[in-house]
């Protein structure tokens, strides 16, 4: 039917604002691109990156959306005239070509100097070549291209192309849009890659870009014939508002969130770096004093310097020898010496131990009469023997006749080698770290020395230097007396984040740093996620928006149809049967797949609106998967008019996968063909039949459980048992012979074995009772719980004269507390028990944390556990010494405590002679507030 003037002029002022605003963004991304050309040709480059340090667009790329703005600009002007239809097909055609030639080029590596026009352009940026077009941006100049040319070549009878062209925009929108995010977070897309990176006014190019193409298609596609009066455009303009102010406060929210992460994440490494820089100081700090606490020993000991006289004044004398070298040797044994020597006043080393045979280096006798004139202790800091020798450090004391020091008899010279202790405790970082490095240096000169070796370079003690004029490293700021948290780059050229701290009373200065890479690694990864996340929440803010729409463009047709036709007396009884059937059913136009209706329990079985289903092609609804999801299938079914589904997977509105029953059916209603599709859920069925599975296969493991708890039990009874009836037998036999003695052993037998038995069937009895008997849950702080069971087995700890330290971490356990003291009263007995002959035992009661839970753990120093019986340790009636006390059923008892309360246990052991630590894991354990 042909259109009144008046609803000409309706549709055209409906269609004028997003021409207009189609025609803006047009001009704005052609207005980006002119800028980013002109600061190339004015030799600014800083215009075509909108800031320092940045990639700039490429000047292939502002011809690009120069061309492709104007060529929307002209359409949005005159989009009837056939003219300009042309010249955009042209424009069209010749971007989108160059764009694919471009993104071919660039994705093989290809980079011709044409893309430069002319301009001398040498540089890189981040590892990649400026003035060339990024292969991402190619890609989306490629997707713009044939966006346009789709909605310039559509006619009105094919609004599918314009559809085309509306989805490509969309992408080119939020990729444009997606980049602007990156750079506004402060991690663009693909820098340090190896790739172009796209720039940020391409980024915003491209924005504008696909917001006029979604205009320019959106008119025509999403735009109902029949928008027309006031109302409808205040609708629309409304609606446009509200998703404007939803997007801008989306982005607001995901900047600021990731502002606060960002700041709150540099706090907690810089925490870190500080925390593992002080206790390396202290312990360096804690070292030294001790090294010259130890070597304290021989200075001014009358007693030794009588030894070494007489050594000295008799050589021959192989007492004095041999009780000097029981001195040092003993030292050198304990004290985790290198090498220890003795030089006389001369500088002659007189002895040394262990005796390697090698010469003293010659810079030793110097040092050794200077400590002499001082008449002090001196600790010889890094040094090298020689130009490739090993790294020693040592210390000096003086030994003289008398205790005013006026008879110098020699030194005694103890060497320390760095690489027993030192160099491997610098070298540890407490957590799993890629870059993390620990570094010691100090000041020679106009140079920062580093005195251990370096994690990413090889053969660097002491041989590697870096000028006090380089203030960027971390090293030299250091040595120049700066301390706590620096930026700066490290000896590889690599940007690192360090923190500083002098070692008091020496001449060291720790270094503890980390790459920024490595520190900025979990802000990338929730920058991208931050960016996914707005994105989400745009398109569900846009599809939202949409769906009003759309609702309002469907009440528009329902109206329409609701007048066009009437209700059959008929269709009353089928829609109250339709209405109230308890299976999905969907109502097809058997010639063009139109679903012409669909009852409530499909609707709310899939979680789709009604309006989702109809007035749509059934191969359009896309949760029905490729069963009848394409034309070829459906005209199989309009052939076939029966079709049935077992199993179809069905997809819902909130991702859930449905399985159902599908019967479709074709028949004749008032001479139209329709199609009747049955859909029956079968989740429910399904369900229950897996849960019968499941309760069979619990039950068939409980089953074997049982025989094998059974067996166990049966086997470990059986052998008092045995006992008790031999020793019955024996008694018959000793009581006819009247042997009084033999039948006092007897009985002894039968009451051990009986009284084995008791304690088993008891301990069996208590381990029955965990899970069903429980005490009410409760807090208790672990020291309490530890202090009870140590209260328990103090006759033991006593009587063995262990050592136990228990942590002072406010750690909160929740559970049953008797069967809590029980655990650790079972695991402090079998620590003390199984302590072997350790001279020092030690038992230490903590706590770690570990993939964010906490592991409770108890550690001794006893004999240790070969790996072989580790498995079977928790087993019952395991026990691995048979002279012991006890029925072997103590850590089963733990293991089962441990798992009522949600938890688990295992052991670690180096073997025997190495200790034993069980670990273990609690429910609901926590650090107590403060």
Same mark, same amino acid.
């Given at each position: 039917?042909?259109?009144?003037?008046?609803?000409?002029?309706?549709?055209?002022?409906?269609?004028?604002?997003?021409?207009?605003?189609?025609?803006?963004?047009?001009? *704005? %991304?052609?207005?980006?691109? #002119?800028? &980013?050309?002109? +600061? @190339? =040709? !004015?030799?600014?480059?800083? $215009? /075509?990156?909108?800031?320092?340090?940045?990639?700039?667009?490429?000047?292939?790329?502002?011809?690009?959306?120069?061309?492709?703005?104007?060529?929307?600009?002209?359409?949005?002007?005159?989009?009837?005239?056939?003219?300009?239809?042309?010249?955009?097909?042209?424009?069209?055609?010749?971007?989108?070509?160059?764009?694919?030639?471009?993104?071919?080029?660039?994705?093989?590596?290809?980079?011709?100097?044409?893309?430069?026009?002319?301009?001398?352009?040498?540089?890189?940026?981040?590892?990649?070549?400026?003035?060339?077009?990024?292969?991402?941006?190619?890609?989306?100049?490629?997707?713009?291209?044939?966006?346009? *040319? %789709?909605?310039?070549?559509? #006619?009105? &009878?094919?609004? +599918? @192309? =314009? !559809?085309?062209?509306?989805? $490509? /925009?969309?992408?080119?929108?939020?990729?444009?849009?997606?980049?602007?995010?990156?750079?506004?977070?402060?991690?663009?897309?693909?820098?340090?890659?190896?790739?172009?990176?796209?720039?940020?006014?391409?980024?915003?190019?491209?924005?504008?870009?696909?917001?006029?193409?979604?205009?320019?298609?959106?008119?025509?596609?999403?735009?109902?014939?029949?928008?027309?009066?006031?109302?409808?455009?205040?609708?629309?303009?409304?609606?446009?508002?509200?998703?404007?102010?939803?997007?801008?406060?989306?982005?607001?929210?995901?900047?600021?969130?990731?502002?606060?992460?960002?700041?709150?994440?540099?706090?907690?490494?810089?925490?870190?770096?500080?925390?593992?820089?002080?206790?390396?100081?202290?312990?360096?700090?804690?070292?030294?004093?001790?090294?010259?606490?130890?070597?304290?020993?021989?200075?001014?000991?009358?007693?030794?310097?009588?030894?070494?006289?007489?050594?000295?004044?008799?050589?021959?004398?192989?007492?004095?020898?041999?009780?000097?070298?029981?001195?040092?040797?003993?030292?050198?044994?304990?004290?985790?010496?290198?090498?220890?020597?003795?030089?006389?006043?001369?500088?002659?080393?007189?002895?040394?131990?262990?005796?390697?045979?090698?010469?003293?280096?010659?810079?030793?006798?110097?040092?050794?009469?200077?400590?002499?004139?001082?008449?002090?202790?001196?600790?010889?800091?890094?040094?090298?023997?020689?130009?490739?020798?090993?790294?020693?450090?040592?210390?000096?004391?003086?030994?003289?006749?008398?205790?005013?020091?006026?008879?110098?008899?020699?030194?005694?010279?103890?060497?320390?080698?760095?690489?027993?202790?030192?160099?491997?405790?610098?070298?540890?970082?407490?957590?799993?770290?890629?870059?993390?490095?620990?570094?010691?240096?100090?000041?020679?000169?106009?140079?920062?020395?580093?005195?251990?070796?370096?994690?990413?370079?090889?053969?660097?003690?002491?041989?590697?230097?870096?000028?006090?004029?380089?203030?960027?490293?971390?090293?030299?700021?250091?040595?120049?007396?700066?301390?706590?948290?620096?930026?700066?780059?490290?000896?590889?050229?690599?940007?690192?984040?360090?923190?500083?701290?002098?070692?008091?009373?020496?001449?060291?200065?720790?270094?503890?740093?980390?790459?920024?890479?490595?520190?900025?690694?979990?802000?990338?990864?929730?920058?991208?996620?931050?960016?996914?996340?707005?994105?989400?929440?745009?398109?569900?803010?846009?599809?939202?928006?949409?769906?009003?729409?759309?609702?309002?463009?469907?009440?528009?047709?329902?109206?329409?149809?609701?007048?066009?036709?009437?209700?059959?007396?008929?269709?009353?009884?089928?829609?109250?049967?339709?209405?109230?059937?308890?299976?999905?059913?969907?109502?097809?136009?058997?010639?063009?797949?139109?679903?012409?209706?669909?009852?409530?329990?499909?609707?709310?079985?899939?979680?789709?609106?009604?309006?989702?289903?109809?007035?749509?092609?059934?191969?359009?609804?896309?949760?029905?998967?490729?069963?009848?999801?394409?034309?070829?299938?459906?005209?199989?079914?309009?052939?076939?008019?029966?079709?049935?589904?077992?199993?179809?997977?069905?997809?819902?509105?909130?991702?859930?996968?449905?399985?159902?029953?599908?019967?479709?059916?074709?028949?004749?209603?008032?001479?139209?063909?329709?199609?009747?599709?049955?859909?029956?859920?079968?989740?429910?069925?399904?369900?229950?039949?897996?849960?019968?599975?499941?309760?069979?296969?619990?039950?068939?493991?409980?089953?074997?459980?049982?025989?094998?708890?059974?067996?166990?039990?049966?086997?470990?009874?059986?052998?008092?048992?045995?006992?008790?009836?031999?020793?019955?037998?024996?008694?018959?036999?000793?009581?006819?012979?009247?042997?009084?003695?033999?039948?006092?052993?007897?009985?002894?037998?039968?009451?051990?074995?009986?009284?084995?038995?008791?304690?088993?069937?008891?301990?069996?009895?208590?381990?029955?009772?965990?899970?069903?008997?429980?005490?009410?849950?409760?807090?208790?702080?672990?020291?309490?719980?530890?202090?009870?069971?140590?209260?328990?087995?103090?006759?033991?700890?006593?009587?063995?004269?262990?050592?136990?330290?228990?942590?002072?971490?406010?750690?909160?356990?929740?559970?049953?507390?008797?069967?809590?003291?029980?655990?650790?009263?079972?695991?402090?007995?079998?620590?003390?028990?199984?302590?072997?002959?350790?001279?020092?035992?030690?038992?230490?009661?903590?706590?770690?944390?570990?993939?964010?839970?906490?592991?409770?753990?108890?550690?001794?120093?006893?004999?240790?556990?070969?790996?072989?019986?580790?498995?079977?340790?928790?087993?019952?009636?395991?026990?691995?010494?048979?002279?012991?006390?006890?029925?072997?059923?103590?850590?089963?008892?733990?293991?089962?405590?441990?798992?009522?309360?949600?938890?688990?246990?295992?052991?670690?052991?180096?073997?025997?002679?190495?200790?034993?630590?069980?670990?273990?894991?609690?429910?609901?354990?926590?650090?107590?507030?403060?």
């Amino acid at each position: 039917m042909a259109q009144s003037p008046e609803q000409v002029a309706a549709q055209a002022r409906a269609r004028y604002v997003p021409h207009v605003f189609g025609a803006i963004f047009a001009a *704005l %991304a052609a207005g980006v691109g #002119l800028v &980013a050309l002109a +600061g @190339w =040709v !004015v030799g600014h480059p800083i $215009l /075509a990156a909108f800031a320092a340090d940045r990639v700039p667009m490429a000047p292939s790329t502002a011809i690009l959306l120069v061309l492709y703005g104007t060529a929307l600009c002209l359409h949005a002007a005159a989009s009837g005239s056939r003219f300009a239809r042309r010249v955009n097909t042209v424009l069209g055609l010749a971007g989108t070509g160059a764009s694919v030639l471009l993104l071919i080029l660039s994705s093989i590596g290809v980079h011709p100097a044409v893309e430069h026009l002319g301009m001398r352009i040498v540089a890189t940026e981040y590892g990649a070549p400026i003035g060339h077009m990024s292969p991402l941006t190619a890609f989306c100049l490629a997707l713009s291209g044939a966006s346009f *040319l %789709a909605l310039v070549s559509s #006619l009105p &009878a094919r609004r +599918g @192309w =314009v !559809v085309v062209a509306f989805g $490509l /925009a969309c992408l080119v929108a939020s990729t444009g849009a997606v980049l602007l995010l990156a750079y506004l977070f402060g991690s663009p897309a693909l820098y340090g890659t190896g790739a172009i990176p796209p720039a940020m006014p391409t980024g915003l190019a491209l924005l504008m870009l696909g917001a006029s193409l979604l205009a320019a298609s959106g008119v025509v596609a999403w735009l109902p014939s029949g928008l027309s009066g006031v109302a409808d455009r205040r609708a629309l303009y409304l609606l446009v508002l509200i998703f404007v102010m939803l997007a801008a406060g989306i982005v607001a929210a995901g900047y600021f969130y990731y502002q606060r992460y960002s700041q709150h994440h540099r706090a907690e490494v810089e925490r870190h770096l500080l925390a593992v820089a002080d206790l390396k100081t202290h312990e360096l700090m804690d070292w030294r004093e001790e090294r010259l606490a130890n070597a304290a020993v021989f200075f001014k000991n009358d007693a030794f310097a009588a030894l070494v006289r007489r050594h000295f004044d008799t050589p021959d004398d192989v007492e004095a020898k041999k009780d000097l070298g029981g001195w040092l040797g003993q030292f050198e044994a304990h004290m985790s010496c290198d090498r220890l020597m003795l030089l006389d006043a001369h500088g002659v080393e007189r002895m040394a131990f262990p005796e390697k045979g090698e010469p003293h280096a010659a810079h030793l006798a110097t040092d050794a009469a200077k400590t002499l004139r001082t008449g002090k202790m001196t600790f010889l800091d890094f040094h090298r023997d020689g130009a490739e020798g090993p790294v020693h450090l040592a210390i000096l004391v003086p030994i003289f006749g008398d205790r005013d020091g006026k008879s110098p008899l020699g030194v005694l010279i103890l060497r320390i080698d760095p690489e027993t202790y030192l160099y491997p405790f610098i070298s540890r970082w407490p957590t799993s770290s890629r870059t993390a490095e620990t570094l010691i240096v100090r000041r020679e000169g106009d140079d920062a020395v580093f005195l251990n070796e370096l994690r990413f370079r090889k053969n660097t003690a002491l041989l590697h230097r870096t000028p006090l004029t380089r203030t960027e490293r971390p090293a030299v700021k250091a040595v120049l007396g700066q301390q706590g948290i620096v930026d700066g780059v490290d000896y590889r050229g690599v940007p690192v984040v360090a923190a500083l701290r002098a070692v008091p009373n020496s001449p060291w200065f720790l270094v503890a740093r980390m790459d920024v890479s490595e520190v900025c690694a979990p802000l990338t990864e929730r920058m991208w996620l931050t960016v996914v996340l707005i994105g989400v929440l745009l398109l569900a803010a846009g599809a939202g928006v949409g769906l009003v729409w759309r609702q309002h463009s469907v009440c528009f047709y329902r109206e329409k149809a609701e007048v066009a036709e009437g209700l059959r007396a008929s269709e009353v009884r089928y829609r109250r049967l339709f209405e109230a059937a308890r299976d999905g059913i969907l109502i097809l136009d058997a010639k063009m797949g139109l679903v012409v209706d669909v009852n409530p329990f499909l609707v709310e079985m899939l979680g789709f609106s009604r309006e989702h289903f109809l007035e749509k092609k059934v191969w359009e609804l896309g949760f029905f998967g490729d069963a009848i999801a394409s034309q070829a299938n459906f005209t199989r079914l309009q052939e076939v008019g029966y079709v049935r589904y077992e199993d179809m997977p069905l997809r819902a509105a909130d991702g859930r996968r449905i399985d159902v029953e599908f019967v479709s059916n074709v028949y004749e209603v008032n001479g139209r063909r329709v199609i009747q599709c049955n859909i029956r859920d079968t989740t429910e069925r399904r369900r229950a039949a897996a849960a019968i599975l499941q309760k069979s296969e619990e039950l068939a493991r409980a089953n074997d459980e049982l025989t094998r708890f059974t067996y166990t039990v049966s086997h470990d009874l059986k052998s008092p048992v045995v006992t008790i009836r031999t020793f019955l037998g024996y008694l018959e036999k000793d009581t006819a012979g009247r042997d009084t003695e033999r039948m006092g052993k007897d009985v002894g037998y039968i009451r051990t074995a009986a009284e084995k038995m008791s304690r088993m069937l008891d301990e069996l009895l208590e381990l029955s009772r965990i899970g069903r008997k429980v005490n009410p849950f409760v807090d208790a702080p672990l020291q309490a719980v530890v202090k009870d069971a140590l209260d328990l087995v103090a006759g033991q700890i006593a009587e063995r004269g262990v050592r136990v330290d228990v942590t002072a971490e406010p750690i909160l356990l929740h559970g049953d507390r008797p069967r809590l003291v029980e655990v650790f009263q079972n695991l402090l007995d079998n620590a003390v028990k199984f302590m072997g002959d350790q001279p020092a035992p030690r038992i230490e009661v903590g706590v770690e944390q570990a993939c964010d839970e906490t592991l409770l753990f108890v550690r001794d120093n006893g004999i240790g556990i070969d790996p072989r019986h580790q498995p079977k340790l928790f087993g019952l009636f395991e026990k691995l010494d048979p002279r012991t006390d006890g029925t072997g059923m103590g850590l089963a008892i733990v293991r089962r405590v441990v798992e009522v309360h949600g938890g688990s246990i295992w052991v670690e052991s180096a073997g025997p002679g190495k200790g034993a630590t069980f670990r273990f894991t609690l429910a609901n354990t926590r650090r107590q507030s403060t």
